[in-house]
């Protein structure tokens, strides 16, 4: 099971959809980077922060239009356990750990988002941007 990061906007131009999916990626990979974070991590054992979580988050590379989603990038991670920081965690001592970095990113990301979508509209001639309220959204793939 992966991570996904969905970034959808109907009617939208890809230009604006690779945009934000690029600045997204950006983001998101420097919320795990090595030494970042909120620390201590729990590890009974001695840990090292090696990057592979921060090396393993990707675009998916697959924009396309759909009349469901409109325009669609994602942001994506198969590491197995970025998950459990995503969304929370138990230790076998029944303390409650969560580090979140996609969603965090989301919301760092939203406002430039629609102002940048405004911005692309705007150049192409339209009137005004379409409904972005959905701009970024979090997916869990089945």
């Not at 929370?88 to 029944?94: A, I, N, Q």
């Amino acid at each position: 099971m992966s991570s996904d990061v969905v970034t959808r906007v109907n009617g939208a131009s890809v230009s604006l959809v690779e945009n934000v999916g690029h600045r997204l990626l950006s983001e998101t990979r420097s919320r795990v980077a090595p030494g970042v974070g909120p620390g201590p991590h729990p590890h009974v054992t001695q840990h090292v922060d090696t990057g592979w979580l921060r090396d393993h988050i990707f675009l998916t590379g697959v924009v396309h239009e759909s009349r469901r989603h409109g325009v669609v990038n994602g942001v994506v991670t198969d590491v197995e356990y970025a998950k459990y920081l995503e969304i929370g965690w138990h230790s076998s001592k029944g303390n409650f750990f969560k580090y979140p970095f996609m969603l965090p990113a989301v919301s760092a990301i939203r406002q430039w988002a629609i102002q940048e979508a405004a911005r692309l509209f705007r150049l192409a001639g339209k009137r005004r941007a379409p409904n972005v309220g959905g701009l970024l959204s979090i997916d869990s793939p089945k």
